[in-house]
C-alpha cells in the first residue's frame, strides 16, 4: 500500500546531541511538510518543500533543519536539541497544491522525541 | 483569537451515544479536513469537504460555508471511537499569509462501555 512512513518512532536523544528524523512516501507526491505537535496542541508546520523548493516557516528556529535529497525521503535534522523540542514530529505529503486549492494531506505514525 | 475552533475541548459520553463535535473557522476556506489521532500520535483522514455532507459508515461530516461552520457526527459510538478529533481548514493564500492547513485545538473523545 502507497503509505507515509516515519522512522524511528520513538527517538531519545540528550540535551544538545543532534539527531536526524526519517520520513519516506510511496505516493510520489511532489510536497512534502514536517509539522512539530508539542502534547495537547494542534500541530505546528515547520517547513515544506515543494519538490527540492524548501519553504521554512518565519517562526520555525534555526536549530530545525531539513534535507530532501530525492522525492521519496525527507530530513528532519535537530542541531542542538533542548528539552522544549521534545515532541511528536509529524510528516504529511500532498501533491502540488501551489494552484492554491487544497489537496489531501496524507499523515505519518509520527515520531515521538525525548529529550533528556 | 485562533482562525479554527473546535468545541467541545473535552467530550465524554456513554457507549452508543450520539456525538457532535463542532468547528468554526474565520476565513474563507477552500477545503476542511477531518482527522483522527489516536493515542500514540498517527493522524488518520476522515473527512474532506468544501460543501454539504458525507457520510462514512457511522460518521458524518457537514459544512456550511456561508456560516463558516463544520460540525463531526458520530453515530453509535463505540469505545474505539475514543481519539483527538482534529478539524483543520485549507484557506487559499490570498486569505492567509500562504497556503497551508490552519489546525483547531482537537477534540479529546473518550467513549466508556
Known amino acids: 500500500d502507497a503509505m507515509v512512513i516515519q522512522n524511528p518512532r520513538y527517538q531519545v536523544t540528550q540535551f544538545g546531541k543532534p539527531v536526524t528524523l526519517s520520513c519516506s512516501q510511496t505516493?510520489?507526491?511532489?510536497?512534502m511538510y514536517w509539522y512539530q505537535q508539542k502534547s495537547s496542541q494542534a500541530p505546528k508546520l515547520l517547513f515544506h518543500?515543494?519538490?527540492?523548493?524548501?519553504?521554512n516557516e518565519a517562526d520555525t528556529p534555526d536549530n530545525f533543519q531539513s534535507r530532501r535529497p530525492n522525492t521519496s525521503f525527507c530530513f528532519l535534522d535537530i542541531r542542538s536539541p533542548g528539552l522544549g523540542d521534545a515532541a511528536m514530529y509529524l510528516c504529511?505529503?500532498?501533491?502540488?497544491?501551489?494552484?492554491?486549492?487544497?489537496?489531501?494531506?496524507?499523515f505519518g505514525p509520527g515520531t515521538r522525541l525525548t529529550v533528556l | 483569537k485562533n482562525e479554527v475552533e473546535q468545541s467541545p475541548q473535552n467530550l465524554t459520553a456513554q457507549e452508543g451515544e450520539f456525538i457532535t463535535i463542532n468547528c468554526s473557522y474565520s476565513?474563507?476556506?477552500?477545503?476542511l479536513h477531518w482527522l483522527q489521532q489516536h493515542p500514540g500520535g498517527g493522524i488518520v483522514s476522515l473527512f474532506m469537504?468544501?460543501?454539504g455532507k458525507k457520510k462514512h459508515g457511522r460518521l458524518i461530516a457537514t459544512i456550511n460555508i456561508q456560516e463558516k461552520h463544520s460540525s463531526l457526527h458520530i453515530t453509535a459510538s463505540h469505545p474505539r471511537d475514543s481519539a483527538v478529533y482534529i478539524c483543520a481548514v485549507w484557506a487559499p493564500f490570498w486569505e492567509t499569509s500562504g497556503s497551508r492547513l490552519t489546525f483547531g485545538e482537537g477534540t479529546q473523545l473518550t467513549v466508556n462501555p
Open positions: 518543500y515543494y519538490d527540492k523548493d524548501f519553504n
Open positions: 476565513v474563507g476556506i477552500s477545503a
Open positions: 504529511a505529503t500532498s501533491r502540488d497544491p501551489r494552484t492554491g486549492a487544497y489537496n489531501e494531506q496524507f
Open positions: 505516493l510520489n507526491h511532489n510536497v
Open positions: 469537504l468544501s460543501s
